[in-house]
T-cell receptor
């Protein structure tokens, strides 16, 4: 079984402060991990995926297999970063298909 | 914007009635998904379909049914057997039938169902 844990329901930081949204996973195989974001009144959308190893909107996330973590980080938070963030894991679910499992989400609030 | 559309945005039904939520996509994606989003629960998979005329149960399929008669459409019926149907429902699609672990899922705007 695959599981994604986001320990913080709400994270408040001041503008300009560093941000770290935590994500831990449980999966027996080699995982593919994603961060999705949902801004107010907008659709849920992909922010970044670990396989791309890229920085999107200043956010980065590194897969740490030893700690089974995929924390999302940004050095300087901006007000427009305020949103709901979901960590997700794509794992093999049988019959040649993969299933995306989401964490419960962390609401990031950036204080001006 | 196009992509994935869900209708209606808000839906109210009386307890005991079945209700069908619409999901349409013009992305030519093979795979489609239905999730339920509850506060503090994240997204939970109800049903998914990798190809037309085929679908599989997700983690919380009880009380729901789906059909996939056309590639672009994946309606979800919330039946009277669903014990707690009031929720926000999200439809998504991805380019292929889930045979790759790298597939991005594209989401619709959601339907908020309230059962009175």
């Amino acid at each position: 079984a695959q599981r994604v844990t986001q320990p913080e329901k709400l994270l408040s930081v001041f503008k300009g402060a560093p941000v770290e949204l935590k994500c831990n996973y449980s999966y027996s195989g080699s995982p593919e991990l994603f961060w999705y974001v949902q801004y107010s009144r907008q659709r849920l959308q992909l922010l970044l995926r670990h396989i791309s190893r890229e920085s999107i909107k200043g956010f980065t996330a590194d897969l740490n297999k030893g700690e089974t973590s995929f924390h999302l980080k940004k050095p300087f938070a901006q007000e427009e970063d305020s949103a709901m963030y979901y960590c997700a894991l794509s794992g093999y679910s049988g019959a040649g298909s993969y299933q995306l499992t989401f964490g419960k989400g962390t609401k990031l609030s950036v204080i001006p | 914007d196009g992509g994935i559309t869900q209708s209606p945005k808000y839906l109210f039904r009386k307890e005991g009635q079945n209700v069908t939520l619409s999901c349409e996509q013009n992305l030519n994606h093979d795979a489609m998904y239905w999730y339920r989003q509850d506060p503090g629960q994240g997204l939970r998979l109800i049903y998914y379909s990798q190809i037309v005329n085929d679908f599989q149960k997700g983690d919380i399929a009880e009380g729901y049914s789906v059909s996939r008669e056309k590639k672009e459409s994946f309606p979800l019926t919330v039946t009277s057997a669903q014990k707690n149907p009031t929720a926000f429902y999200l439809c998504a699609s991805s380019i292929d039938g889930g045979t790759s672990s790298y597939n991005e899922q594209f989401f619709g705007p959601g339907t908020r169902l309230t059962v009175l």
